[in-house]
């Protein structure tokens, strides 16, 4: 069975970094292209970043390049995002998913999905 666990939000001042964590297990994750999404209340889950199982590559929303920061370490089964210089409005709930393959950012490209993990940016 196909687990993705998200771990690592919280409440965080404007300016400041967050650590997001996401365990994964039941499948061959050194192989598996994986991501971020994020959604607010009401609105459309956005895809942030994910990084291509097939060459590495990474990609990113123009929302929050060059503030975050997708990592897998394939030794620990984990998929990582570092969020720094956080802003209000990167407010939401943070999905970690997975697929065999891909590297889009759009939701339906993605088949498995984490449960999320809450953030909280204060102004």
């Known amino acids: 069975e196909v687990q993705l666990v998200e771990s690592g939000g919280g409440l965080v001042q404007a300016g400041g970094s967050l650590r997001l964590s996401c365990a994964a297990s039941?499948?061959?994750?050194?192989?598996?292209?994986v991501g971020w999404f994020r959604q607010v209340p009401g609105k459309e889950r956005e895809g942030i970043s994910c990084?291509?199982?097939?060459?590495?590559?990474?990609y990113y929303a123009d929302s929050v390049k060059g503030r975050f920061t997708i990592s897998k370490d394939n030794t620990k089964n984990t998929v990582y995002l570092q969020m720094t210089n956080l802003k209000p409005e990167d407010t939401a709930v943070y999905y970690c998913?997975?697929?065999?393959?891909?590297?889009?950012?759009?939701?339906?490209?993605?088949?498995?999905w984490g449960q999320g993990t809450q953030v909280t940016v204060r102004a």
């Open positions: 998913v997975a697929s065999r393959a891909g590297n889009s950012l759009a939701a339906e490209r993605w088949d498995y």
């Open positions: 990084r291509d199982g097939f060459d590495g590559a990474v």
């Open positions: 039941g499948f061959f994750f050194y192989s598996y292209s």
